[in-house]
């Protein structure tokens, strides 16, 4: 296990953009003082406009490890203040204030090696709720930890699956369909459901570590049937992104 990384304010100079999906934009910044991240943690942007007047929002950030580059994947809220300026406006060579990392509680580690038997790890996302889940994914197919992993993803259509190559490259990945399925996709598309939620992820008795991750009417509901379904409470990590 790593040590603990002190959050802090840092600044970052942004030298990548690109579309993720149609809302949504994928962002590298580098931050020469970075300490590095766990998988799942989350950083807290605050932008400044000219008349002083400022902004701050949460971001789950994507990659892990010890480097300087930070990748985030932002989806644009329509009317929101923060998400669209990230998405339409920031460019390559900008700098931005980050203070983090942040959330010690929602991170996922490799096992120990005394650890024999680890739980296998079932990551639950809603929207772009996936981005600490994908960050996860990533750091445990790079450590080449054997533990169990399956990602249980809801997503209104599949042009707006976040990670697409790398998800189509990971094993143990499901979808829901929120709004429209691929053609010839077994299930109607349509909201989840605890039936759904049942059938898709990993059931009691395998003993899953489980991380959801997603708008909070989301996280909530998918919790309560968490918890209905028979997984403990204690096996359960919930990060939730705002919205009602
Ligand atoms: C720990 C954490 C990690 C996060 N990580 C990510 C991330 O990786 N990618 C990402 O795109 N967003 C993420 N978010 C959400 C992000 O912080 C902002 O809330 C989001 O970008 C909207 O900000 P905004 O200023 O554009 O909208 P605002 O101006 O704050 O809000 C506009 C309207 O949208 C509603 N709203 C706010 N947030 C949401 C939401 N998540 N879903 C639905 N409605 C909402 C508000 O209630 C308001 O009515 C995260 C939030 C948290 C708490």
Known sequence: MKGRRP?????????AVAPETPSARRITVDVPTWPGNDAGSHLDIRLTAPDGYQAQRSYSIASAGEGT???????????????????????????????????????WQPPESSDLMPAPVQLIAGGSGVVPLFAMLSAHEAAGDPTEFRLLYSVRTPADVFFRPELDAA??????????????????????????????????DRAPRIYVCGPTPFVEAVADWLVDLGHPTTSIRTERFGGS
């Not at 990230?86 to 931005?96: K, P, Q, S």
């Not at 143990?172 to 010839?184: L, S």
């Open 7 to 15: 959050a802090a304010w840092h600044t970052g100079t942004v030298v």
């Open 69 to 107: 580059r930070v990748v985030l994947a932002v989806d644009e809220l329509p009317d929101g203040e923060v998400s669209p300026f990230l998405v339409h406006e920031l460019a390559v060579g900008d700098t931005i204030e980050l203070h983090g990392p942040l959330g010690a509680f929602f991170v």
């Open 171 to 204: 094993m143990g990945v499901d979808y829901i369909y929120t709004r429209e399925a691929p053609k010839g996709w077994p299930t109607a598309a349509g909201r989840i459901s605890r039936a759904a939620l049942e059938a898709a992820i990993l059931p009691p």
